[in-house]
Every structure is written in structure tokens, then in C-alpha cells.
């Protein structure tokens, strides 16, 4: 059991979403992470909040995209719109029991299913941008999680405690301390109008001029510790190798390189499933461009997990995802899928308007 529950679900339901009296809050996780939900729920209702609970299994996920008819797949639950659109706040514990549930789903069917959903995408999205819709990601070690990661149940509990600072007399305190670190590289950032990523494995230029840098200080995903924008979406020249391998729903890519010529991907080669790859970037029209352009700032994070939640914020590295910009960044970039993809920049360096600003996986505070 990861230690410090008590400190974790408070950390959640004040730090993170700051449930308020008759606030209506939805709790999704599966049965793997029911003492965490436990402490998250106790804590809700002695705030005077509403919990509703959906607690589910992985394997429901795998008997829908097998089972269901394109019909099915194409339909949007006015259900799950009118959650969306009225709940005020939404706790998601990621607890997963297999890792890869859809690994032998057509993607296709995926990528279908993707598409209609993003009509839910989109009010989520909007609902965050103006501040109507609080919300956390977080995690939950299981089994599943710690074989992915090639460690120990016991080892995980212990690299998510820290990644978490639950070590921390006071977790908050501590993601305050980050939050601080993490607005002096915004305020950098937002000077900047031209980037440029030179070094080992990476020739790339991206235009961020007058886009918002937000600051992940842990209130939307815990843990946080990133920064990150949404680029002119037609900017991007280059390209980039990742060297941490990439993962969409359980299809594991491998490492992948990209080669952008006016903002668009025009060559795509993945070590695995590259026919996947090519469907995934097929979408829809926005799903070739950058939605997102990031720094990884969390040092108490040290290597990766194969869960995207902790390995985008992995301390020196950068990552980008394909398809969907989040509003409050300025992106414009539609898109039904948001593909992170993540590669250490600890031997490459970054320019800011032609100023050397990054270097050896760290930012050069004495320009910050």
C-alpha cells in the first residue's frame, strides 16, 4: 500500500481541486485503487461535497472497443455530455489492472470511437479554459503498473511517494515550492518568441510568440512539474528523435522520429506497429500538428514509468503531443487525439530568440 494515504487524499481534495461545500465531484478509478477512493470520499462529503463514484475495470474497456458495433462506437452518451457539462469537479485515479487492455483492438476501431468523443474533448477543454470545470489526474501503484515499469511493487510505491512529495511534512508546501520554481522559467518563456532545440538527436525550430505558458504546479496532475504551450501550429521545422519510447493506449511505438515541414509531420518512423503509427497521425486534420510543446521540471522524477502521467514531467526532458492545443494556451489546433511523446534533452541545447537558455537538462536560471 503506498504510504501516506491520509497526506495523498488531502493533497487531491484541497491542494489540487479545493472541493467546496455542495460541490458535485466525480471519482473515477478502478477497484485496484479502492483505499485511496476510500480516503478521497471521507474527504469529500466531511467538506460537504457530493462524491460520484465510477469505479471500473480494464477489462470493460476491452469488451466495448472488441464488442461494439460501429454505431455504438460512433455515439456520444447525452449522459455522459450532461456530466461534462454540469459536474464541478473531476478526481481520475489512474490504478490500472493490465497496462495494454487494447493492445489487440484494431486501432481503427480506437480512432473511430476517438473521433466522436471529441465533441466531449472539447467541453471539457472549454470548461477548463474558463475556470467552470476544476479537475486532478493523478495515480494509484498496482501490479500491472510496476511490471510495465520493470520494478517492484514495493519500488513503485516508493518512486511514487517521492514523484508525489509525499515525503514532504506538508505535500502542499512542497508543490507551492515547485509552483514558484516552475514561474520564473514561465516568465523566461513568455519572452521568448522563437525556439530552437539543437544536440543529439534533435534540429528543431517552433514559433511560441504570443502563446500562454502554463505552469503544471500539481493542481491538474499529480504529480505536476511541467511547463508547457500550445506553438503557432504552423511553425514547427525539423526534426526530433525520442528516445523514451512511446506508448497511445496500450500500442507501444517504440522510439519514434519526426520530421515537420511547415508545422505538419511529413515523415513519421516508429522501431514498432509504424502501420498503427500511420493511423494515429491519419486521425483528422489536426492530428499531424503540435497541440502541445512542453518541459519536463520534476527532478524527484528520474526515469521512466511507461505511464505518460509521470513520464512527461520526468526532470530534463522535453515533450511534445500531436493533435489537440488546450485553450488557455492560445492553440488553435483541433484534434480528437492528444499523443505526448517525450525525449531527454540532457545532451542538447535550447535557444530562446537566438539566447542560449537550457542546457545539460536544466534551465539557466541566472536568465531566468
Not at 511517494?161 to 515525503?167: C, G
Not at 509552483?179 to 518568441?193: C, E, F, G, T
Not at 498503427?276 to 521540471?297: M, N, P, Q, W, Y
Request: net charge negative; with cysteine.
Amino acid at each position: 500500500m503506498l504510504k501516506d494515504l491520509d497526506k495523498f487524499a488531502e493533497l487531491i481534495i484541497d491542494y489540487c481541486i479545493g472541493v467546496r461545500e455542495k460541490d458535485e465531484v466525480m471519482v473515477s478509478a478502478t477497484v485496484e485503487s479502492m483505499e485511496l477512493v476510500r480516503e478521497v470520499y471521507k474527504g469529500i462529503v466531511s467538506r460537504g461535497g457530493l462524491p460520484h463514484l465510477r469505479i471500473t475495470s480494464d477489462v470493460f474497456s476491452e469488451l466495448f472497443y472488441r464488442y461494439a458495433p460501429k454505431s455504438l462506437l460512433e455515439y456520444v452518451s447525452p449522459i455522459e455530455k450532461f456530466v461534462m457539462e454540469n459536474i464541478d469537479a473531476v478526481i481520475s485515479i489512474m490504478s490500472p489492472q493490465h497496462v495494454k487492455p487494447l493492445a489487440g483492438v484494431d486501432p481503427e476501431r480506437l480512432a473511430i470511437a476517438a473521433r466522436a468523443r471529441g465533441e466531449l474533448s472539447e467541453i471539457f477543454m472549454k470548461r477548463h479554459a474558463e475556470g467552470s470545470l476544476r479537475w486532478v489526474l493523478t495515480a494509484y501503484p498496482t501490479y500491472s503498473m510496476a511490471q510495465e515499469a520493470g520494478m517492484g511493487l514495493i519500488e513503485l510505491e516508493e518512486f511514487m511517494h517521492r514523484a508525489l512529495k509525499l515525503y514532504a511534512e506538508d505535500p502542499a508546501s512542497a508543490w507551492r515550492e515547485q509552483a514558484r520554481y516552475q514561474d520564473r522559467i514561465v516568465s523566461l518563456l513568455s519572452r521568448v518568441s522563437e525556439l530552437r532545440y539543437v544536440g543529439e538527436g534533435i534540429d528543431l525550430y517552433i514559433n511560441v510568440g504570443g502563446r500562454r505558458w502554463i505552469n503544471d504546479d500539481g493542481k491538474n496532475n499529480m504529480p505536476g512539474g511541467e511547463v508547457f504551450t500550445g506553438p503557432h501550429e504552423d511553425s514547427a521545422e525539423g526534426y526530433i528523435e525520442f528516445d523514451y519510447p512511446a506508448i497511445w493506449r496500450g500500442i507501444e511505438f517504440g522510439r519514434i522520429k519526426l520530421v515537420f515541414k511547415r508545422g505538419e509531420v511529413v515523415e513519421a518512423h516508429s522501431e514498432k506497429a509504424g502501420e498503427h503509427l500511420e493511423k494515429l497521425l491519419s486521425t483528422d486534420e489536426g492530428s499531424r500538428r503540435i497541440g502541445e510543446l512542453a518541459f519536463g521540471l520534476n527532478y524527484d522524477i528520474t526515469r521512466q514509468l511507461k505511464n505518460i502521467l509521470f513520464d512527461e514531467k520526468i526532470g530534463g526532458t522535453m515533450h511534445i503531443a500531436l493533435g489537440a492545443s488546450y485553450p488557455d494556451t492560445g492553440g488553435r489546433n483541433k484534434s480528437s487525439i492528444h499523443f505526448d511523446i517525450i525525449k531527454g534533452l540532457g545532451k542538447a541545447k535550447v535557444y530562446g530568440d537566438g539566447d542560449l537558455i537550457y542546457e545539460n537538462g536544466r534551465f539557466l536560471l541566472e536568465v531566468a
